[in-house]
């Protein structure tokens, strides 16, 4: 049976930063705190349903910084659908710099499973410059911490953030694989009303990535990522209108994700001399190889390359196979 969430929003709530990039109602489309009872309705729905083995994820917010009681109020409430086997488990996300042995403990009697940490960035520079409040340092205790309890760890990082570079982003990403995260979500930055981020737009001190520049980034993570055995369980923000109303620039995409495969599968090709080459590839891919517009297509011509693309239906989608 395919895995699922039952997502339980808890909107802003523990977070002791406004970080630069951070509109958390314009992320998620909610600013109502849930209650126990919202809690309970939302699991029984989509128990009905029985379509997938089925996680609790409270996301929005800084989850082990909220209210104490509040946390438990929630906690409490999902607590027998895990106890029952109802549902596999319960997924949070929290800072780094709001985990310790005290709160550890608390996530584990009621039946927390894994914990997500918005780490995105490893670079001090970066991480002060966003407002986050917490270091590099904070992000290795925190994973270590949480692995030490036997927690699933997931990390999320971001790319194009003010002060930060490819090069420091790659740096990231070679440092959260040394933590040996089960999972991983990348999120290019996308400036929003009303954040620090955009203030700094508007003045022309910070130029962001575009949807393309950030595709060609995560083309590098991302097989850095799958080469060491992480999943990434999310490649950029979901679509929703309220992010399209309020973005001012930045990497978002409705097909993000796309994107960046396309990118990597041209990536393939780039990594050879420029020459002529005949490209076999899955009759469901042929469009993702040429790119946006046909832009891979340009791309390569640019460089050198002479490309004659055959379809093979043996090959999986994505594959490649090059002569």
């Known amino acids: 049976m395919k895995k699922g969430n039952i997502s339980i929003f808890v909107p802003h709530q523990g977070c002791p930063c406004a970080c630069s990039f951070c509109n958390q109602k ?31 994820a409270f996301f929005g917010g800084s989850f082990t910084a909220i209210d104490r009681e509040y946390m438990l109020e929630l906690l409490k409430a999902a607590y027998p659908y895990v106890k029952s ?19 550890l403990d608390i ?17 001090d520079e970066v991480l002060e410059a966003n407002r986050r409040g917490h270091t590099a340092q904070d992000i290795c205790n925190a ?9 699933e760890l997931g990390l999320q990082m971001m790319t194009g953030l003010y002060k930060d570079t490819a090069e420091k982003s ?6 959260i694989i040394e933590f040996a995260p089960s999972t991983v979500r990348i999120y290019p930055t996308v400036v929003l009303k009303g954040t620090y981020l955009a203030e700094l737009y508007l003045k022309e001190e910070y130029t962001p990535l575009n949807a393309d520049n950030s595709a060609e980034l995560c083309a590098i993570l991302v097989p850095m990522f799958e080469n060491a055995g992480i999943k990434i369980i999310r ?34 090709i780039l990594e050879l001399p420029p020459a002529d080459y005949q490209v076999y590839v899955n009759p469901r891919s042929v469009s993702k190889l040429k790119g946006n517009k046909k832009s891979n297509i340009y791309l390569l011509i640019e460089r050198g390359y002479n490309i004659k693309i055959i379809t093979d239906n043996g090959l999986d989608v994505d594959e490649l196979r090059i002569k």
């Open 107 to 123: 996530l584990k009697k009621y039946g927390v499973t894994s914990i997500e940490l918005g780490a995105q960035s490893m670079d």
């Open 170 to 175: 790659i740096e990231t990403a070679k440092k």
């Open 235 to 268: 490649l950029g923000l979901h679509s929703s209108r309220d992010i399209k109303e309020n973005m001012l620039a930045g990497g978002f995409h409705d097909s993000f994700g796309e994107l960046v495969k396309s990118r990597i599968m041209v990536n393939k």
């Open 143 to 151: 994973s270590e911490l949480i692995k030490e309890y036997g927690f």
């Open 26 to 56: 314009t992320i998620t489309g909610q600013n109502e705190l849930p209650t126990a009872d919202d809690v309970r309705n939302a699991v029984d729905t989509a128990l009905r349903k029985k379509e997938y083995e089925y996680e609790i």
């Open 85 to 103: 086997g109802q549902v596999k488990g319960i997924r949070i996300s929290t800072r780094p710099d709001c985990i310790d042995h005290e709160v």
